[in-house]
């Protein structure tokens, strides 16, 4: 058993150097996907900022009852979007 753990000895830089080449691809690949995610939460934001202000519409088209609700939809058709 004393024998074999000599023959360790010389390979243990070049396990060291593996396992800092691999943490340092691990930390890369968290960062990458670390990115990925915020983006994603970023679209999904302006998604759904975008439905709340279609939902405000909508609500605002059922709530004016004085407002011929077919001359609105025309003018919210017409309108820019923000």
Same mark, same amino acid.
């Given at each position: 058993?004393?024998? &074999? @753990?000599? $023959?360790?000895? %010389? +390979? #243990?830089p070049?396990?060291?150097?593996?396992? @800092?080449f691999? /943490?340092?691809h691990?930390?890369k690949? @968290?960062?990458?996907? /670390? &990115?990925?995610?915020?983006? =994603? #939460? #970023?679209?999904?934001?302006?998604?759904?900022? *975008? +439905?709340?202000? !279609?939902v *405000?519409? +909508?609500e *605002?088209?059922?709530?004016? !009852?004085? $407002?011929?609700?077919?001359? &609105? @939809?025309? =003018?919210? !058709?017409?309108? %820019? +979007?923000?």
């Amino acid at each position: 058993m004393g024998d &074999e @753990i000599w $023959i360790l000895i %010389p +390979l #243990a830089p070049f396990l060291l150097a593996g396992f @800092i080449f691999w /943490s340092k691809h691990q930390q890369k690949m @968290i960062e990458k996907q /670390s &990115e990925m995610t915020a983006e =994603k #939460a #970023a679209q999904y934001a302006a998604h759904t900022e *975008r +439905l709340e202000a !279609r939902v *405000r519409v +909508l609500e *605002r088209i059922v709530t004016d !009852r004085g $407002i011929d609700v077919a001359d &609105e @939809i025309e =003018k919210l !058709r017409d309108a %820019p +979007l923000n």
